[in-house]
């Protein structure tokens, strides 16, 4: 996969010299000093509260100076400087724009600032954080388009006389300069009335979106437009919603780029190990669809016979506890029983009245009451009995549903364990001979076959081989030793590492 310096190599020297001279002069100050008087109301307004913080002098004169003014006298300064200094020099402002100390930016290598260059522009239009550096260069290239084509058209339609003449001038210097075949093209695109600069300008002005501007500017070229004043434009209007100018610039410098590099700036993933081929995709689909829900009825089994084992082990718990009572029920009873045998056998001198009437009395209450308590704990005994038996019974249908449940979940796991050992091997192969710069933790195989089906493995596949290519995997870190990448449903899968070993992949939480 190619990196953004690849697509800045192809741009020539004058569009190095422009984008140098954009980020030495795209700043707050510059555009609050370029409104001037004319705008004090919004974006001087706007600037005001932020200028202290790029200067010791709280008082500014406002010169109705243009910012693309700025940018061309800086242009001008690089006239004579070499391209491998314009490159050297692109290289540092870029650095330091994505906060690279000024004394590490020439040190710092192409791919890694490739890198957080797209981190950076992609905060410009909240492209997806943990995407692969590849779709954020695709997305940053698409909203800038519409921002660029915006902005040409804007400075379009707002142009006086002149500078309509000056720009049809050069529309048709361009017109004369391509080939017959460009012709054609634009003619079939655009149908203009007149086929020259002033007739395809009229075109460009009077329509009320950019749909024939986008077709005119790839044929005609940038040269044919007053583009710097666009790129300014765009990078303006950023700083009215408060985003950092130096993220429009750094999208603009991704947009072309992309624009100019000949290939896509993308990971082939006809490549990759989970690529199924579309007409192949639905059967696949089907297995790895049922193989889920076999290791989903495999988690929810696990997860039952874990349940009945917790109900079973506090029914035998309750069984204990009860059998303790009834040891103890039993021998009161006992005690009671034979309390009442000897009482019984004293009965007969208190019926002839060998004692005192009181002596009778007590004797005769301490028979009811003895009588009494062996009543109720027969009684008890009796209940703990019956509430044994039942939980006994329980029991007994709680181990068979367990049995008939662990038969199922054995022969469901029959059927993942070699399924997933397939898969494991399968994955561990693949990816073992294409990702060779990498090593992975031995459990990472069976981990990733059961957390992240095809299509997230191949999103997973995308980020790995995109960051083998690059080469430096620190770069792509959320967070010392951890990767986050986007797979699908909006599912965020961390990888983690230890320098070139990956260590584990799961989702995250």
């Given at each position: 996969m190619p990196y953004i310096f690849d697509g800045i190599r192809y741009m020539s020297d004058d569009e190095l010299k422009i984008e140098i001279a954009l980020l030495k002069k795209i700043s707050f100050v510059n555009v609050a000093k370029s409104v001037g008087n004319r705008a004090l109301g919004?974006?001087?307004?706007?600037?005001?509260?932020?200028?202290?913080?790029?200067?010791?002098?709280?008082?500014?004169?406002?010169?109705a100076l243009e910012v693309a003014d700025m940018v061309r006298k800086e242009f001008d300064l690089l006239k004579n400087m070499s391209r491998p200094l314009l490159m050297l020099e692109l290289k540092r402002q870029i650095a330091v724009k994505c906060g690279v100390p000024s004394e590490e930016a020439e040190l710092i290598s192409d791919k890694y600032l490739s890198v957080l260059m797209c981190k950076e522009a992609a905060k410009l239009y909240n492209i997806e954080k943990y995407s692969t550096?590849?779709?954020?260069?695709?997305?940053?290239r698409i909203q800038y388009n519409t921002d660029f084509y915006n902005s040409l058209h804007s400075k379009m339609i707002s142009q006086d006389k002149e500078q309509i003449q000056i720009w049809d001038k050069k529309m048709q210097q361009r017109l004369d300069a391509i080939s017959i075949e460009d012709k054609r093209e634009l003619q079939s695109k655009l149908f203009p009335k007149e086929f020259s600069g002033r007739g395809i300008g009229k075109i460009l002005r009077t329509e009320r979106g950019t749909k024939y501007l986008s077709m005119a500017v790839p044929i005609i070229g940038l040269e044919g437009f007053d583009y710097i004043s666009a790129y300014v434009g765009a990078a303006i209007r950023s700083i009215m919603s408060f985003t950092k100018i130096s993220q429009s610039v750094m999208a603009q410098i991704i947009w072309r780029a992309a624009s100019v590099y000949p290939a896509a700036f993308s990971v082939d993933i006809h490549i990759l190990p989970s690529y199924i081929p579309s007409e192949e995709k639905s059967q696949f689909d089907a297995m790895e669809i049922q193989f889920r829900q076999l290791l989903k009825?495999?988690?929810?089994?696990?997860?039952e016979i874990a349940k009945l084992k917790s109900i079973t082990d506090k029914n035998e718990e309750q069984i204990n506890a009860i059998h303790e009572k009834l040891s103890v029920s039993n021998k009161e009873l006992e005690e009671l029983q034979e309390k009442y045998q000897k009482l019984e056998?004293?009965?007969?001198?208190?019926?002839?009245?060998?004692?005192?009437e009181y002596d009778t009395k007590r004797y005769y209450s301490e028979v009811n009451e003895t009588n009494r308590q062996i009543t109720n704990d027969e009684a008890a005994i009796s209940k703990q009995e019956r509430k044994i038996q039942e939980l006994r019974k329980k029991q007994e249908e709680l181990i068979k549903e367990s049995e008939v449940k662990k038969a199922d979940l054995l022969d469901i796991r029959v059927q993942t364990d070699t399924e997933l050992v397939t898969?494991?091997?399968?994955?561990?192969?693949?990816?073992?001979k294409i990702f060779t710069q990498f090593t992975f933790s031995d459990d990472?195989?069976?981990?990733?076959?059961?957390?992240?089906?095809?299509?997230?493995?191949?999103?997973?596949?995308?980020?790995l081989?995109?960051?083998?290519?690059?080469?430096?995997?620190?770069?792509?870190?959320?967070?010392q030793g951890i990767v986050m990448c986007l797979?699908?449903?909006?599912?965020?899968?961390?990888?983690?590492?230890e320098g070139n070993h990956i260590t584990s992949i799961e989702r995250h939480v």
């Amino acid at each position: 996969m190619p990196y953004i310096f690849d697509g800045i190599r192809y741009m020539s020297d004058d569009e190095l010299k422009i984008e140098i001279a954009l980020l030495k002069k795209i700043s707050f100050v510059n555009v609050a000093k370029s409104v001037g008087n004319r705008a004090l109301g919004t974006v001087a307004d706007i600037t005001n509260s932020l200028i202290k913080s790029f200067s010791k002098d709280s008082s500014w004169d406002y010169k109705a100076l243009e910012v693309a003014d700025m940018v061309r006298k800086e242009f001008d300064l690089l006239k004579n400087m070499s391209r491998p200094l314009l490159m050297l020099e692109l290289k540092r402002q870029i650095a330091v724009k994505c906060g690279v100390p000024s004394e590490e930016a020439e040190l710092i290598s192409d791919k890694y600032l490739s890198v957080l260059m797209c981190k950076e522009a992609a905060k410009l239009y909240n492209i997806e954080k943990y995407s692969t550096i590849a779709y954020k260069i695709e997305q940053i290239r698409i909203q800038y388009n519409t921002d660029f084509y915006n902005s040409l058209h804007s400075k379009m339609i707002s142009q006086d006389k002149e500078q309509i003449q000056i720009w049809d001038k050069k529309m048709q210097q361009r017109l004369d300069a391509i080939s017959i075949e460009d012709k054609r093209e634009l003619q079939s695109k655009l149908f203009p009335k007149e086929f020259s600069g002033r007739g395809i300008g009229k075109i460009l002005r009077t329509e009320r979106g950019t749909k024939y501007l986008s077709m005119a500017v790839p044929i005609i070229g940038l040269e044919g437009f007053d583009y710097i004043s666009a790129y300014v434009g765009a990078a303006i209007r950023s700083i009215m919603s408060f985003t950092k100018i130096s993220q429009s610039v750094m999208a603009q410098i991704i947009w072309r780029a992309a624009s100019v590099y000949p290939a896509a700036f993308s990971v082939d993933i006809h490549i990759l190990p989970s690529y199924i081929p579309s007409e192949e995709k639905s059967q696949f689909d089907a297995m790895e669809i049922q193989f889920r829900q076999l290791l989903k009825k495999r988690v929810v089994l696990e997860k039952e016979i874990a349940k009945l084992k917790s109900i079973t082990d506090k029914n035998e718990e309750q069984i204990n506890a009860i059998h303790e009572k009834l040891s103890v029920s039993n021998k009161e009873l006992e005690e009671l029983q034979e309390k009442y045998q000897k009482l019984e056998k004293q009965k007969a001198e208190y019926i002839n009245g060998k004692h005192t009437e009181y002596d009778t009395k007590r004797y005769y209450s301490e028979v009811n009451e003895t009588n009494r308590q062996i009543t109720n704990d027969e009684a008890a005994i009796s209940k703990q009995e019956r509430k044994i038996q039942e939980l006994r019974k329980k029991q007994e249908e709680l181990i068979k549903e367990s049995e008939v449940k662990k038969a199922d979940l054995l022969d469901i796991r029959v059927q993942t364990d070699t399924e997933l050992v397939t898969l494991s091997k399968t994955i561990k192969d693949a990816w073992n001979k294409i990702f060779t710069q990498f090593t992975f933790s031995d459990d990472i195989y069976g981990q990733v076959s059961i957390t992240f089906m095809r299509d997230d493995r191949l999103k997973l596949e995308e980020m790995l081989y995109e960051i083998m290519l690059n080469g430096d995997i620190d770069a792509y870190d959320s967070k010392q030793g951890i990767v986050m990448c986007l797979v699908t449903n909006n599912t965020i899968a961390q990888i983690c590492h230890e320098g070139n070993h990956i260590t584990s992949i799961e989702r995250h939480v």
